[in-house]
């Protein structure tokens, strides 16, 4: 009983520490993002368009049809921020880099969509192991993406071509 009282007595006479990191007590690794691009710096991979997981259509319709360059960054970072705010997927998107996300969708669908870019992403194999995403997870991206190209008035056949392009990726986007 004494013990009990002298110990409650301790603890409660005991001052939070002040200057302590507690980052640093945890082991939580500070995130530095580059201060030209506003990334976070990813492990070093081969750069090539091969990446991407689909190879570019031919001639000029597509990329017109998605209003050109343009009109691709705005579907691009529209997909991401709905993504983001989706509470269906959110979970999964939590904690990763929007700003480099917004970069290298944009490069992969102006890349497919012919619009003369290239795409420096990773390949979708290894940037989606370990997300732990579902079949069900993938279909509220393809929602998602559908509703960021009826935002930009995207027609629907184009919007199917461009459609089955992404397609093929399940089986390296899926995990379980
Ligand atoms: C065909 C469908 C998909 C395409 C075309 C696609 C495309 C991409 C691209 C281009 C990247 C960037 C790779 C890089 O950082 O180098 C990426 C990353 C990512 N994707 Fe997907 N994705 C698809 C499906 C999904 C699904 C179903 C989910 C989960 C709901 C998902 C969640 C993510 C996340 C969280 C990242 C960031 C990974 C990281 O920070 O390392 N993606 N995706």
């Known amino acids: 009983?004494?013990?009990?009282?002298?110990?409650s007595l301790l603890l409660m006479q005991q001052a939070p520490a002040e200057n302590?990191?507690?980052?640093?007590?945890?082991?939580?690794e500070e995130v530095e993002r580059d201060r030209a691009t506003g990334e976070i710096p990813v492990e070093p991979y081969e750069q090539k368009n091969e990446n991407a997981g689909a190879k570019p259509f031919?001639?000029?319709?597509?990329?017109?049809?998605?209003?050109?360059?343009?009109?691709i960054r705005q579907i691009a970072e529209r997909f991401v921020e709905i993504n983001f705010a989706d509470p269906r997927i959110q979970g999964i998107f939590a904690g990763h880099d929007e700003v480099r996300l917004r970069r290298t969708i944009f490069e992969q669908f102006c890349y497919i969509l012919n619009a003369g870019c290239d795409y420096t992403g990773r390949d979708m194999k290894s940037s989606h192991e370990g997300l732990g995403s579902r079949k069900a997870d993938l279909n509220a991206i393809v929602e998602n993406l559908q509703q960021a190209m009826q935002e930009q008035d995207v027609p629907f056949a184009a919007q199917n071509r461009f459609l089955s392009k992404l397609a093929p990726m399940s089986r390296d986007v899926i995990n379980r």
């Open 1 to 7: 009983m004494l013990l009990t009282a002298t110990l």
């Open 20 to 28: 302590v990191d507690w980052d640093a007590e945890f082991g939580v």
């Open 58 to 71: 031919t001639g000029t319709d597509m990329a017109e049809t998605f209003g050109g360059r343009d009109g």
